[in-house]
């Protein structure tokens, strides 16, 4: 015991053990298998010689405990080294659950996968009094589902109308919801959560136990009308073949019921067996991209606190409010306060939408400020130009804001297409501006492209990283290139989708192609989406910079005043904020249409890496997924291609521009990637 390096343990006057895990060398416990390990050896100690109480706490100030340590799973072969490994885990719970003593969780913030596992594995649990949500089985966006018993347990304490969503969804919940499911049995302070362990170990209370509608809804006779209820929901949400752990948690209820010895093997056997399966691979690799996108830059000298946005359309203007909401003060100018104040409305739904407390709302209301005048530019750290994509109206703008801004400052554009060395000509200082491209909708879409230069400065650059993620956001690299990353492997998927189009081939057909891939909406529905003028304009740039032809729908739909779902009406018409699609005759449509709109947009990707666009292919795929939906599960564009095998999709590829066209034909970048991934 005087060997352990994760666990501390203590004995107080009582003779009650406070068991305090602090996994060394880290910021946050994770169930790695030392810190599982080390457990074993310390309950195998208390089995023999039971104290009156036993409280496990966490020594890290970020929470109890995160989950499993991921990085593990990696490592993981084969279902059957996978569910050895779980049952393991499970039986090392079942131990702590059969101890001849009551048990408390003190959970002092996030409480999630694993960590939860374990505290539902205890008699009882009491929590710190948080307003986030922070507890939680987030496994389903990893493409599993709890594997320490947690698939039955949850159910057993919460009932199935509760533990079902939590797990299914992979949403947390607060600590007084979850204490009103019944997974908490008393809330606490800072100052008297110890009292409250161990009032509950002295209580005698019985163990939390499921609703008696619950119970009644677990018999098998009723289970069938639940199940039929929860895959309807699931099936709304996400495809069985392409995110298969859902399902899974619900035909393990199905079978089981939530009882019995079997439920825990049958729960480690489908962990098992998802954990190796492809989706759960590469989402747990996109779990892992998102840290890469979250580590670029190093901590610039000062940080950015107040911004100043020109341009109050609906993507500066989103952009404004956002920052504001992320606790930064903001000054948006434009040309009347007429342009401004539809910003200042759809503000104001955003805050009333995240933000409950209505004095914290006031405060974020607060921090966003009309500036007609452009006063805020002087106290600004950071300018952002979001005004309409014109080279000579920018270029006059920053004549006027480099006068204005203060020593120091940083000023960046949202241009989606232009090149930066043809922006900063007019500045003084060109070496410290940057692109900060947001993409629409700001407040759901998760990536913003940092554009730089070959002579940007560093320390602006990484003030710009900082920044994207002081808002939430993740930060992508990419060196200045016509459409960047996102609009520019958007591109040619879009563009296939127009000839598509034009030649006959039905619009839902085309969508339907997409999503049937794994795309979030079909490339019809997105032009709709993003506006048919601005992907008219997007289009133009890049068939200029890359000698492509640019659909002439585009151009007409424009000038008929068809703008997609602002105006009402697009290649969909447009209700309620939905496209009305109608279920189309299939005859003549392509077999290949996946391929056909899917890997135009892989092989664009592969121009960008080997064109030095972003530093490598795992940030390529990174921002490809976080900036255009990409399929997760598919792991990125160049992902999709080493799994089904580069030689495939080249030679598909060189079949297509047979077929149906040159625009087809494989980058010369493939055997560079090729040679790449078999070193």
């Not at 994760?6 to 298998?33: H, P, Q, Y």
């Not at 392409?242 to 019995?260: E, F, N, Q, T, V």
């Not at 309620?576 to 392509?590: F, L």
């Amino acid at each position: 015991m005087d060997k352990l390096k994760n666990w501390r343990r203590e004995t107080d006057a009582d003779g009650i053990i406070w068991l305090c895990l602090d996994k060394a060398d880290s910021n946050v416990n994770v169930l790695s298998s030392t810190v599982l390990l080390e457990f074993d050896d310390i309950l195998g100690d208390i089995e023999s010689d039971p104290p009156p109480g036993l409280v496990i706490y966490s020594g890290k100030p970020s929470g109890f405990v995160m989950g499993a340590d991921i990085k593990e799973f990696t490592e993981i072969r084969s279902a059957d080294q996978g569910f050895e490994l779980i049952r393991l885990g499970q039986k090392l719970f079942d131990r702590l659950e059969a101890l001849r003593c009551p048990t408390v969780a003190a959970l002092n913030g996030l409480c999630l996968g694993g960590g939860f596992e374990l505290a539902l594995a205890c008699t009882y649990r009491v929590a710190l009094e948080n307003k986030k949500a922070v507890i939680g089985f987030p496994e389903v966006q990893l493409g599993l589902h709890p594997g320490f018993g947690g698939t039955v347990r949850s159910v057993r304490m919460g009932g199935v109308r509760n533990a079902m969503p939590l797990m299914l969804t992979g949403k947390p919940i607060t600590v007084d919801k979850a204490r009103h499911q019944g997974f908490i049995d008393r809330v606490a302070t800072p100052a008297n959560w110890k009292q409250a362990a161990k009032k509950l170990i002295g209580s005698g209370k019985p163990k939390s136990s499921a609703p008696l509608l619950d119970k009644l809804l677990s018999f098998s006779l009723l289970r069938p009308i639940v199940v039929r209820t929860l895959k309807s929901q699931v099936a709304g949400k996400a495809r069985q073949e392409h995110y298969p752990s859902p399902y899974a948690m619900i035909d393990l209820w199905a079978r089981h019921g939530a009882s019995g010895d079997a439920a825990y093997e049958a729960e480690a056997r489908s962990f098992a067996e998802l954990m190796v399966g492809s989706t759960s691979r590469n989402l747990v690799r996109v779990f892992f991209l998102q840290n890469r996108l979250k580590s670029q830059g190093s901590k610039p000298a000062t940080a950015i606190e107040r911004v100043h946005v020109v341009g109050a359309g609906v993507m500066g203007g989103d952009i404004a409010a956002w920052c504001a909401l992320s606790g930064l003060h903001v000054t948006l100018q434009d040309r009347a306060l007429e342009y401004v104040e539809p910003a200042l409305l759809r503000a104001a739904r955003l805050f009333s939408k995240r933000i409950h407390d209505s004095n914290d709302r006031a405060r974020a209301t607060d921090r966003l400020v009309p500036d007609i005048e452009g006063d805020g530019v002087a106290n600004a750290d950071l300018i952002i130009e979001a005004i309409f994509e014109d080279r000579e109206a920018k270029q006059a703008l920053y004549r006027t804001l480099q006068v204005a801004m203060k020593p120091g400052a940083i000023l960046a554009t949202n241009t989606s297409s232009i090149r930066l060395e043809e922006l900063r000509t007019v500045l003084d200082h060109p070496d410290r501006f940057i692109g900060l491209h947001f993409f629409n909708p700001v407040a759901q879409l998760p990536l913003v492209e940092v554009i730089r230069c070959d002579d940007t400065q560093q320390d602006v650059l990484n003030a710009g990283f900082s920044f994207v993620k002081t808002i939430g956001k993740f930060p992508l690299e990419c060196a200045s290139s016509p459409g960047f990353v996102v609009n520019r492997v958007l591109a040619p998927y879009m563009a296939e989708a127009m000839r598509l189009a034009e030649s006959g081939v039905p619009l839902s057909a085309i969508d339907r192609a997409a999503e049937a891939f794994g795309m979030p909406m079909g490339p019809i529905e997105l032009i709709d989406s993003v506006g048919i003028d601005v992907a008219m304009h997007v289009s133009r740039v890049l068939g200029a910079a890359f000698d492509r032809e640019v659909p002439t729908t585009l151009s007409e739909m424009v000038e008929k005043g068809l703008l997609g779902r602002k105006s009402g009406q697009g290649f969909y018409a447009w209700q309620n904020g939905k496209a009305v699609k109608t279920n189309a005759d299939e005859a003549g449509v392509p077999e290949n249409l996946g391929d056909m709109l899917i890997l135009p947009m892989v092989n664009e990707a592969v121009a960008c890496l080997v064109e030095g666009v972003v530093k490598d292919a795992e940030l390529l795929d990174a921002g490809v997924i976080f900036g255009t939906g990409f399929a997760p599960f598919r792991g990125g564009p160049l992902q999709y291609a080493r799994d089904r095998g580069v030689d495939d999709v080249v030679q598909t590829l060189q079949n297509l521009s047979i077929e149906s066209g040159a625009h087809f034909q494989p980058h010369k970048g493939w055997e560079v990637f090729r040679g790449n991934n078999e070193e």
